[in-house]
């Protein structure tokens, strides 16, 4: 924020975790909002990218598996909600998600690791795991292939999710404080 | 007590984790935001709002290859329009000789796609009349082409339509040609498969596939689309059909709400039939 010359003061919310909270629910409904109107544009293939998992993984990297776990439960059930899914599915897929993430937390050193390459790592392990969960409970009552229904959606939805996912780390990157 | 403080404390991540999951599977048991009424109507009502403020916004992708798919429905209009000038003349000589009863003419209310929400298995589109245009949960939605699907949810001024192309839809239909009755499904490909055909039943690759008057929900008579395979399954009674839909779902863009709903009556005593009979085999 600094680099672009926008009177905010970061401190504020690294010292107030209530109010970094309400930041990040102010994120998740302008993310959903953006996933609903606009990412039809960018669409290939009817593949788009998950940006609320991207959000997931960010929270669990900066606040810990536990806050994590609520963060990712909390963006699933809105996602499900805006894209008139079923209540849950993207709840469940993305509390796994952010459990999983909760593991590369380390105290202090959240900038680091999402402002590397490591992020990437990250959010496509936890894509993949995302994208295995939510595709096997969709695919299990019909008569497809799932290895081959996930191999098309489901490698190409983490790819896509793990190339959106260059733009926070970049961002990230750009505003260490070394 | 101490102790069991120190447990929760503990292990308060898998704790969480599991509770989380289990309302999950809670949620997820409700079935789809169909059920949850009211609520549904306030979100495709403001979901529908943000969809239309932003849709002068071109796509190219989607213009180029609705384009593409106009030129070839030009061409194929043009041959099919001189064949159907005949077919008129000759149909309504044919209708006065045998004393048919015409087919009833439903109103047709003209709608644009403001929105489509593409989740792999479950498709659904948002249209831009509602209510109060006369749109009613429950009536069908076609374009020039063929069937599109069926109104699920409505707002005022928002209706949501549930694709073709969506793993809950199920429609009868038959084989225009051999009168031969099926279900038409969606199993996440690009085409549809017709269900529950024997082997020994006569259909062939491009039979064209229509609603039945079977079907409780949906007119009679409106095209779904065309068979392009027909397969022989082992172990199985029943063929595996391919049926390409009519309508091409990537470049929707007007459609047409058809000013019909199931008769109340017959799908009454039908779900008390059921019903019925559920009871008759626990007993």
Known sequence: MSALNIPFDKSMFQANPPLRFVAYGVIAMLLSVIHVVFLRFVAVSSVTPDLLLILTVYIALVEGQFVGMFAGFASGILFDVVSTDVLGSNALAKTVAAFLAGYFFKQGFSVQTIGSYRFLLIVTLCGGVHNLLYFFFYVKPLQISFPMFFMTYGVATTLYTTVAAVFPMLIVNRSKEW | MQRFIAFVVRFKNYITLGALVVICFAFMSFGSLSQLGGFRAVIVGSVGWMQSMFSWIPNPVALKSENLALRELNM????????????????????????????????????????????????????????????????????????????????????????????DTRVASKIQRSRVDGIIAWEGENFLTLKNIPKSYDVQAGDAVITSSFSSRFPSNIVIGRVTQVTEENNSLFRRIVVDPAVNFATLEQVFVVEFVADAERLLLEQQSEEGSKQRTHR
């Open chain 2, 76 to 167: 194929q209009l043009s041959v099919e329009s001189a064949k159907s000038r005949q077919s008129m003349v000759e149909n309504a000589t044919l209708r006065k000789m045998l004393d048919l009863p015409k087919y009833s003419d439903y109103g047709l209310i003209a709608a644009d796609v403001v929105g489509k929400t593409t989740t792999q298995l479950r498709n659904y589109a948002t249209i831009n009349k509602g209510k109060k245009d006369g749109v009613e949960e429950g009536m069908s939605v076609v374009t020039d082409a063929g069937l599109v699907g069926l109104v699920i949810g409505v707002s005022d001024h928002y209706a949501v339509i549930q694709l073709m192309l969506n793993r």
